[in-house]
């Protein structure tokens, strides 16, 4: 069993990280100079990452599989960034923004790492704004805030419908900056498809040259991962084509444990699946819930009517539609928070009522929004969305209500990582999405950008100095090391393994069929039975995979399709594992819902048994994972339910 | 609906490229035009071909990462708009299309509709950001900005290099993406300290990329899916003479 030292600073909450700090070990700068890190990924936590090492010193490498490190999935994102500033006067505060955190999460997280969080949010604001961000400002020069879920007060920091865009572009100039002066070396297009461990320590990566299909080695004396989350297992998600499993994954079978890896945030309000081809779906941003109003027809006659094109939306009248959220949450109504709005969207659904060609949508209506404030006011409010809306459906949705679903969006489970961002393995880290650490059960808006750049620009140059100091006298270890050889050569057979199956199915269709299965009985609403049923089902498709898969082309050369035939060999693992940690979890919270656990319809957290995250520990592909436990300790909050009604 | 498509093929850098007939059926409207590739190479697989490599990621528009060349505009024929934002619908049943890479001479071809982009990232790495360490900021609200500058900036800072702007221009100059990050710090108080040294430091870079001059077309504009407007080039102009003739600024 792995020993899951949180390492956890003594003393009050709010002191733990200031000390920390101060008693942390460093590392001189001309010893930083002879020490090498590693970063895999350049999202927010992995530019920032990189660019605050090299500026420290350190000899940085840094590896994308993208064509350039600025277009990392990171880049996607829209609504804002939390921040405990209270510019607004408001009443918030670095406790306040900590205590929201951990109740959006549904009590799941670790208070230590929230708090730090929170504190460190005041300095990103800073940080970014001294790089040039163009932040939302008001007439006066100020920053200007908006609201977001889960708030009560006004802490997000946005610019405009692009934040993630935005906040990245200040993350890669800077990490543009450390590779002009010769501090970053950067290898885009480059996948890491293995970590490599030298006497339980990690030590370096296998990369793969996506460009002609080649393996290198690269020496690291510390390994970082900044790859994202793992959403794609459900093959359609708000995620880009290219996020994956694959280092995480890889880390996971290298001894590093897996935490929570069931919780995952399915976004309320997305544009619907309409056919077989369909990539990948669109996010609506949840800002929309703001004056749109929710609704399908109450009789399933009228919905059915509807999905066979004899009724339209406006042909329904006024009481014979079910504000299903309004009714149901009369206190926060439209804005109750992410998993309670997808699980009554898919209750309707199920119920007969749901709309659109596959009746697997409801309406979002802005019709009362347009009569109370006009359409100029309402078009202004939400800038690019409406049009960006009408480009995918070909509907006005001033005119007609839209049509929304909900859709995998973020994987709060992640790397086990301690206080230190160390995953259980030496000298391996787990930063932003890839991690587990913050976010719980449930993550609320604005707050995924807020963790990857706190791990990134203001964690991680101070926790690895702790470690590395150590490590000052570790000589680059030399490639042909039997670690690096045997690495490299398991991922070459791999790989030729795929490329000799010359089967019938395309990768795509096993994707496909892996992500069906994950969402019908790992999705919204998960069952013992199910999820026993499910476990089979990926385990038969993955021996499918590996004798009837095809993949074209050839191994030493640009080869998309390998590439992905590779990623997708990782999802039919890790699904299993995530089907397994859903099965273990006997209770409902945050994003995790069993239907044996609720309270008419509302999930029923077990607090006495499950206030643990779950650290599986990797045995063998066909084999049980082993099962550590953390417990989470509350010391500063009590307990709750958490309650919208 | 049923096309036909003339698609660019080529192996690597080092062979020769040509366009490959072939016809796709039963396309949805409410396709992307990259699911309709999608489903061309799905085929393709099947057959045991070698599928149409292209690059793509976020599909949302925003990582600019997409680059086709579709029936002579660089993203097609919708306004701003990228080609993963582009749909069939835009077409008309029976249609030809031809399907090309960005062709550019600092934009060297990887393997059929790919190239190598990697110039812009050197493009910044030369001048194109602020020099502030993590850690040394003071507090946001110390600074404020011009609401109109900000908004401004963020106008300008929207680009996301995508290369349709070398790819639509005769001279396949990268103006219109170096006048843009310009722009976007010039504009702010806190590109100050550093802006006659970026403006020459990023056109040298572009320069040494070769890139094309500049010749005020326009073509760069009008296929920008992100709508970065010509007088971004005016500024950068303007930054760059300030810099090389009215200050003692050396790179
Ligand atoms: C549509 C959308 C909107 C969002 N809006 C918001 C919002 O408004 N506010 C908010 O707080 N959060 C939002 N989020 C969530 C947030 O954007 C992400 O959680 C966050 O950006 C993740 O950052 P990251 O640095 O951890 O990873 P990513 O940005 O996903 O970066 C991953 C990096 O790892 C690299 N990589 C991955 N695997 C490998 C490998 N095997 N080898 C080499 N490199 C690899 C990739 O190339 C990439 O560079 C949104 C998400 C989506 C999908
Ligand atoms: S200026 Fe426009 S066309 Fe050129 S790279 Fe930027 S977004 Fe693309
Ligand atoms: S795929 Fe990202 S912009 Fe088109």
């Known amino acids: 069993m792995a020993t899951l030292d949180s390492k956890i600073p003594e003393g009050p909450l709010d002191e733990k990280w200031s000390s920390y700090k101060e008693h942390a070990k460093l590392v001189n700068p001309a010893n930083k100079r002879r020490l090498e890190v590693i970063v895999v990924g350049t999202g927010l936590a992995g530019a920032s990452a990189a660019a605050s090492l090299a500026e420290l010193g350190y000899k940085v490498k840094t590896f994308c599989f993208q064509d350039s490190p600025r277009r990392a999935h990171s880049i996607a994102a829209q609504g804002g960034i939390n921040s405990a500033k209270n510019y607004k006067n408001d009443g918030d ?497 945050g994003g995790h819902y069993r239907v044996e656990f609720q309270d008419q319809g509302e999930a029923k957290r077990d607090d006495e048994q499950y206030a643990y995250v779950a650290a599986w520990e990797f045995t063998g592909v066909d084999a049980e994972p082993i099962l550590n436990k953390e417990e989470l300790k509350y010391e500063n909050i009590k307990l709750q339910v958490r309650s919208y009604k | 609906m049923k096309f036909n498509l003339k698609v660019w093929r080529q192996k690597n850098a080092n062979t020769a490229g040509k366009l490959v007939d072939y016809t796709i059926d039963q396309i949805n409207e409410d396709m992307s035009f990259l699911e309709m590739v999608d489903v061309l190479n799905d085929n393709l697989v099947r057959k045991g071909e070698d599928p149409i490599a292209f690059d793509h990621d976020c599909r949302e528009g925003i990582c600019g990462m997409c680059s086709m060349y579709i029936s002579g505009r660089a993203h097609g024929p919708q306004h701003g708009a990228t080609t993963c934002q582009l749909y069939m619908r835009k077409f008309k049943d029976g249609d030809t299309i031809y399907v090309e890479p960005w062709r550019a001479r600092a934009f060297p071809i990887v393997k059929d509709l790919v190239v190598d982009r990697g110039a812009f990232d050197r493009i910044i790495a030369a001048g194109g950001f602020v020099s502030a360490n993590t850690g040394q900021a003071q507090d946001a609200n110390n600074l404020p900005v011009n609401k109109d500058d900000a908004e401004k900036a963020m106008d300008a800072a929207a680009c996301i290099g995508c290369g349709a702007c070398v790819a639509a221009c005769k001279n396949a100059s990268a103006m219109l993406f170096v006048s843009a990050k310009v722009s976007h710090l010039a504009l702010l108080p806190q590109g100050e300290p550093e802006r006659n040294r970026r403006a020459l430091a990023m056109v040298a870079q572009m320069d040494a990329e070769g890139f094309g001059n500049c010749t005020n077309t326009g073509a760069c504009e009008a296929e920008c899916p992100k709508e970065i407007k010509l007088v971004n080039i005016a500024r950068l102009n303007r930054e760059y003479a300030n810099a090389a003739f009215a200050s003692e600024t050396q790179i």
Request: glycine letters at 10%; hydrophobic letters at 40%.
């Open chain 1, 93 to 589: 505060s670095v406790h306040r923004l900590f205590y929201d955190t951990i109740k959006g999460g549904d009590f799941r997280a670790r208070e230590a790492n929230v708090y730090r969080l929170a504190e460190v949010s005041v300095n990103i604001i800073d940080q970014c704004v001294a790089q040039g961000v163009p932040f939302a400002r008001e007439y006066g020069g100020m920053l200007d805030n908006r609201s977001f879920g889960g708030a009560q007060v006004s802490r997000t920091f946005y610019a405009r419908g692009q934040t993630g865009q935005q906040l990245l572009l200040g993350a890669y100039q800077a990490l543009e900056r450390q590779i002009g002066l010769g501090n970053v070396t950067q290898y885009s297009r480059h996948e890491m498809v293995d970590v490599v461990t030298i006497d339980g320590k990690a030590r370096g990566i296998i990369a793969k040259d996506l460009k002609t299909g080649k393996l290198e080695r690269h020496f690291g004396h510390a390994v970082l991962l900044c790859t994202g989350g793992y959403g794609n297992v459900f093959f359609l998600s708000t995620n880009a084509m290219g996020s994956n499993v694959t280092a995480a994954w890889k880390a996971y079978k290298k001894g590093a444990c897996f935490a929570n890896p069931c919780y995952t945030q399915i976004h309320p309000t997305c544009i619907p699946v309409t056919g077989d081809y369909q990539s990948k779906l669109t996010l609506m941003s949840e800002s929309l819930r703001n004056d749109g109003r929710v609704w399908v027809p109450k009789s399933a006659e009228d919905a059915k009517a509807i999905r066979e094109g004899k009724k339209g939306p406006l042909d329904i009248k006024e009481e014979d539609r079910d504000y299903y959220l309004e009714r149901k949450y009369p206190s926060f109504g439209n804005l109750c928070p992410r998993d309670i709005a997808s699980r009554a969207a898919k209750e309707a659904c199920d119920d007969g009522r749901g709309v659109g060609k596959t009746g697997l949508a409801v309406y979002l209506d802005f019709a009362d929004a347009i009569n109370r404030l006009g359409v100029d006011v309402v078009k202004a409010r939400y800038g690019e969305l409406f049009p960006m809306y009408q480009n995918i459906t070909n509907q006005d949705p001033l005119k007609t209500p839209m049509m929304i679903y909900p859709a995998v969006h973020y994987t709060m489970g992640g790397l086990w990582v301690d206080y230190e961002l160390m995953t259980s393995v030496q000298g391996l880290y787990a930063l932003g999405e890839a991690n587990f650490s913050d976010h719980g059960a449930n993550r609320l808006g604005a707050s995924a950008l807020m963790q990857g750049l706190a791990d990134g620009y203001f964690v991680i140059p101070y926790t690895i100095g702790n470690y590395l100091s150590g490590d000052i006298f570790t000589k680059p270890i030399d490639l042909n090391h039997p670690a690096f050889v045997e690495a490299e050569n398991a991922a070459q057979e791999r790989m030729q393994k795929l490329m000799s199956i010359k089967g019938k199915r395309t990768v795509d269709d096993f994707h496909k069929a892996l992500g069906k299965i994950m969402w019908e009985y790992c999705g919204m609403a998960r069952s013992a039975e199910g999820l026993t049923k499910a476990r089979k089902m990926i385990q038969d498709l993955r021996k499918e995979f590996w004798s009837d898969v095809a993949v074209p082309g050839e191994i030493n050369d640009f080869n998309p399709e390998l590439d992905k035939a590779m990623r997708v060999a990782d999802f039919l693992e890790q699904g299993e594992l995530m089907v397994v940690d859903a099965l273990n979890r006997n209770e409902s919270c």
